[in-house]
């Protein structure tokens, strides 16, 4: 089954060079993942500053600045992993080093049949 793990945090919470461990110690996770077949995408999202947000309502698209809710802790980044099940997701994404400083929430992808391939 597929899960996408959803990384939360504060963005002000990484001290200087904190950050970029995190990516470093995550891209190792990732090539870590790859060899125990459970990898299939993961991503940091730039800050939340740089979010657009749309939404559609009595046929008019109304477009914003900014994240969808304001909250404490920010969407920061993803895996989408293949699990055997929600007791492997979660093992997995208590591996993610962004756990340390925020939450990290697990979703089971609900899989449509007729999308388009993966190329």
């Known amino acids: ?22 990516y470093t110690d995550s891209v190792k996770l990732t ?3 790859k060899s125990s077949g459970h ?3 993961a991503s940091p999202l730039h800050p939340v ?8 309502r009595e046929g008019k698209r109304l477009v914003t600045d900014g ?3 304001e909250t404490r802790e920010q969407l920061g980044g993803y ?3 293949e699990a055997q099940d ?13 756990a340390t400083k925020g939450t990290v929430e697990i979703r089971p992808l609900f899989e449509l049949t007729g999308l388009p391939a993966e190329q």
């Open 1 to 22: 089954m597929k899960y996408l793990l959803l990384i939360y945090s504060d963005e002000n919470v990484w001290a200087d060079g904190e950050q970029e461990r995190c």
């Open 31 to 33: 090539h870590d993942l």
């Open 39 to 41: 990898y299939l995408d």
């Open 49 to 56: 500053a740089t979010a657009t947000s749309v939404r559609v």
């Open 67 to 69: 994240p969808f809710a």
């Open 79 to 81: 895996f989408l992993i």
């Open 86 to 98: 929600l007791d492997d997701a979660i093992a997995i994404a208590g591996r993610i080093p962004a």
